[in-house]
């Protein structure tokens, strides 16, 4: 007896124990027989698969009385797994069911089954979604947990026919055939899924032709679906499988990533039209998730890449996006053939973890109450909520956005409608504060430059209105929302920055800075005083002081603030003298105890080295240095050529045997000792050309200072 081509092992086991006038479990038990025992593993249901090693194959094949190859060719599971028994050597089998672990089947037509055995036997097979169809005998083959499957006549549903030849003809003519059908499939099964519009009246009437009459409607609205979506996925399929449509659709998107399907619209007129709705366009041009976004989000993405593997990240189906099983959907008949109406029990969508659910469902409530406080989802990526990090959590949702399950994209639409928007969150919570403002203080004013905003949100405004043809048409619309639409946007105007008011602005935060810490030496760069970038807007003025660029009034008004703002030496110099003046804390200093009275300030050993460098220094640098008790008798009288009178110098300490002093300045403190020695195990940086000769002195007291200048 030869088996049918496709058809499942178990299904040929069951025909051949039928024609030896036995039962299946009989045939099992002598196929697997080892020393009496049965080797044999796994549950006996209608839906089961089997299989079988070699040495139980081999006897299937003298049962049957053919050739192992011819058996090999026709039956697909037949060497697909060489199972392990429970008793050791031995023909062996293992039972096995359910959608994962075998592949789709379904009820081999009855009457080309009888015609090819000459018997009223069924039979199971493997299909495909093309072979669902018997176009002769006009039979949908339908797989039903736990039954050996279901034959539906089609008489009255021509168009399931019709769609079949379509089918074939798109997978002869494309290459990527199969994978744009599982595609259309996820598409139809996700409408399925959704609460049909009143307008509906193919899957209505397609599944009242085609329910069997002892069946429940409930349970056969959930069981028939593949067939009653059957032509709309075969249309689905051939329209997003057109290269005409995927060029179409990367036209329509203008470059940027779709937010929703009606940014689409031809796209969604053609599918109406092919699957003949008219109201399907509308219908769809507010989803913002879903197979058919998620095809057209990758479609605009991948198209501008090349490439194999960019390419079938076009026809990758999600996990989340798949049509659940109807073993997960359909309770399990208690008898083969039986057809049971139940109640479905909600079953967790396969692919995701109860551990995901509980973490999403965690970040869930911290946006909740973000956006109660805030308005919005526009979280910036390092920000935390309440110690949670809700930045991090709200990117990495943005980044996978398209594979979400649909419960979790609709509860945070639930909570704002932008948190996954095509464009950054920078600009979003910009947008929310033109808004807030427009609400405070009244409607904007393009035309005169946005006179009641702050500089910076003028100016931003002010830049979307000068891209607002480029700019994507949802933020078109937000920017509408807040008065400035197309005609608002060409006859805006830039803001005008009040000079005079800016100025006056700094020169406030330079005085309030210079009340604080006495001088303005200490403000770099970096330097914000009171959210004023103070440091940023002063070495603008030093550059311009140092180019000699900067108007007299400005630099009058800097120095009636603090004399020394941009002093012709080192910064440096300026911040050690004022440091060293606050640690004599406004008496003079003392140079013939060598400064002991500034111990653990540093500003003793500063002092000093000034000191042995002083006919160096700028003339105001000594004028400053008078200020504090150095004048000039001091310094020379304790400088470098009288090192035997300068306490700091060890000539004092000349008497203690055990002392031993600095070859080079004679200090005897560490800090000092330190700072010679390393000065002269460094040797001087390699001069250019072009650079003036410097001292010995100048160099060691640091970079950047010069004769006369130092630091």
Not at 63 to 80: D, G, I, Q, S, Y
Not at 405 to 433: D, E, G, V
Request: with cysteine; charged share 20%; glycine share 8%.
């Amino acid at each position: 007896m030869a088996p049918l081509q496709g058809e499942l092992t178990l299904s040929f086991l069951t025909r051949l124990a039928a024609r030896y006038h036995l039962g299946i479990r009989y045939l099992l038990a002598a196929v697997t027989d080892v020393g009496g025992l049965q080797n044999l593993t796994g549950m006996l249901y209608p839906d089961s698969e089997i299989h079988l090693n070699a040495q139980a194959r081999a006897r299937v094949s003298v049962l049957c009385r053919v050739a192992p190859h011819v058996l090999e060719r026709a039956l697909p599971a037949w060497t697909r797994e060489e199972p392990c028994g429970k008793y050791g050597a031995g023909p062996v089998g293992r039972l096995m069911r359910g959608e994962e672990a075998v592949a789709a089947w379904g009820p081999a037509c009855p009457a080309c089954t009888a015609a090819r055995t000459g018997r009223d036997v069924p039979a199971r097979r493997y299909l495909a979604p093309e072979q669902r169809v018997c176009a002769r005998h006009r039979y949908w083959l339908q797989y039903v947990p736990g039954t050996s499957g279901l034959p539906v006549p089609l008489g009255r549903c021509p168009e399931v026919i019709e769609a079949r030849r379509r089918h074939i003809q798109l997978l002869h003519r494309s290459p990527a055939g199969a994978p744009v059908f599982e595609v259309a499939r996820a598409v139809t099964s996700f409408w399925w899924e959704q609460p049909w519009p009143g307008k509906e009246q193919w899957w209505p009437a397609r599944l009242k032709a085609t329910r069997p009459d002892d069946a429940d409607p409930g349970w056969w609205k959930v069981a028939a679906r593949d067939l009653i979506t059957y032509p709309e996925t075969v249309a689905v399929a051939r329209t997003l499988a057109s290269s005409h449509w995927q060029q179409q659709t990367v036209a329509q998107a203008r470059g940027h990533l779709p937010y929703r399907l009606g940014e689409l619209p031809q796209l969604l007129a053609e599918l109406a039209s092919q699957l003949r709705r008219p109201w399907l366009a509308h219908h769809l041009a507010t989803v913002t998730h879903g197979p058919l976004f998620t095809w057209a989000h990758s479609c605009v993405k991948t198209r501008a890449a090349s490439g194999t593997a960019v390419q079938k990240a076009l026809w990758r189906v999600h996990s989340s996006h798949r049509p659940r099983p109807l073993s997960d959907l359909l309770p399990h008949p208690q008898s083969a053939g039986a057809i049971q109406p139940a109640r479905v029990p909600t079953k967790r969508l396969r692919g995701h973890s109860l551990q995901a659910e509980r973490a999403f469902t965690q970040g869930l409530v911290h946006a909740r109450s973000y956006h109660k406080q805030h308005g919005h989802l526009a979280v910036p990526k390092e920000d935390t909520f309440a110690g949670y990090p809700l930045g991090q959590w709200v990117a990495n949702l943005r980044t996978s956005h398209t594979r979400m399950p649909a419960h979790q994209a609709a509860a945070l639409k639930s909570i704002y409608p932008w948190w996954n928007a095509p464009w950054s969150t920078l600009w979003q919570r910009t947008w929310h504060q033109a808004r807030d403002h427009s609400e405070a203080h009244g409607p904007l004013e393009p035309v005169s430059g946005f006179p009641t905003t702050s500089y910076s949100l003028g100016e931003w405004l002010y830049l979307q209105c000068t891209r607002y043809p480029a700019l994507h048409p949802e933020q078109q619309h937000l920017l509408t929302e807040i008065g400035i639409d197309t005609t608002a946007a060409a006859a805006a105007r830039p803001r005008r920055r009040n000079m005079r008011a800016g100025a006056e602005e700094a020169l406030a935060h330079a005085r309030t800075y210079t009340a604080e810490h006495g001088h303005l030496a200490q403000v770099s760069v970096t330097t914000v005083h009171h959210g004023y970038p103070l440091g940023r807007w002063l070495a603008g003025q030093r550059s311009q002081q140092q180019r000699k660029v900067l108007s007299p009034e400005r630099q009058q008004a800097l120095n009636a603030i603090a004399p020394w703002w941009c002093p012709p030496w080192n910064l440096r110099w300026q911040r050690n003298y004022y440091r060293a003046r606050d640690a004599a804390d406004s008496r003079l200093l003392q140079a013939e105890n060598g400064f002991d009275d500034l111990d653990g300030s540093g500003a003793a050993d500063w002092l000093w080295r000034q000191c042995v460098m002083y006919d160096e220094l700028h003339p105001e640098q000594r004028q400053l240095l008078t200020d504090i008790g150095i004048t000039t008798e001091v310094a020379r009288t304790y400088g470098p050529e009288n090192t035997s009178c300068n306490p700091r110098a060890g000539g004092e300490r000349q008497d203690q045997p055990n002392h031993k002093g600095c070859g080079s300045c004679g200090s005897s403190r560490s800090a000092a000792h330190t700072a010679c020695r390393r000065a002269e195990a460094s040797p001087p940086a390699p001069q250019p050309p072009w650079a003036p000769p410097r001292s010995e002195a100048g160099f060691r007291d640091g970079p950047g200072t010069r004769p006369g200048l130092a630091r």
